[in-house]
């Protein structure tokens, strides 16, 4: 079973993509220094915005999240997890975490990758605004 989801954004001179626990995409039109875990903003939807097929498949601890974000020609690939605690009801953000805290803006758990470890290619097309492709694949065992 999978449910797919493609949100697009885009970059921001100030992002800094430093935080080392999360990364974050937003609706919200600006950022300041202090949003070193914001990769993108402008987002056509947070967590409240995805369908509720999608939603389902993600609120269950067994299902894996697979992230592809793409900008100007440069792909990052990040492996998380679902899980049961997902309210999925945020209505700017949505937050991935290599920790298995959960509020209303996670939407990955146990994040192989956050905000720190994103190849820096696509961090500085990220700070001259380029445009970025997020494309989610929740996938669930049977």
């Known amino acids: 079973m999978e449910a797919t989801e493609i949100i697009r954004c885009r970059?921001?001179?100030l992002v800094l993509?430093?935080?080392?626990t999360t990364f974050?995409?937003?609706c919200e039109d600006h950022l300041?220094?202090?949003?070193?875990?914001?990769?993108?903003?402008?987002?056509d939807r947070g967590c409240a915005g995805l369908s509720p097929e999608?939603?389902?498949?993600?609120?269950?601890?067994?299902?894996i999240l697979k992230t592809r974000l793409e900008c100007n020609g440069v792909l990052a690939e990040i492996r998380s997890f679902g899980s049961s605690q997902m309210t999925l009801d945020h209505p700017t953000d949505m937050v991935w975490r290599?920790?298995?805290?959960?509020?209303g803006r996670t939407i990955g758990i146990q994040s192989d990758a956050v905000a720190l470890t994103l190849p820096r290619d696509l961090v500085r097309n990220l700070v001259l605004?380029?445009?970025?492709?997020?494309?989610?694949?929740?996938?669930?065992?049977?």
């Open 11 to 13: 970059g921001h001179p």
């Open 129 to 142: 605004g380029n445009e970025m492709t997020v494309t989610l694949a929740a996938m669930r065992p049977g």
């Open 54 to 63: 999608f939603k389902s498949m993600l609120a269950h601890d067994d299902t």
């Open 98 to 103: 290599k920790s298995t805290f959960v509020c």
């Open 24 to 26: 974050e995409v937003t």
């Open 32 to 43: 300041t220094a202090s949003g070193n875990c914001i990769i993108g903003i402008g987002a």
């Open 17 to 20: 993509g430093t935080h080392p």
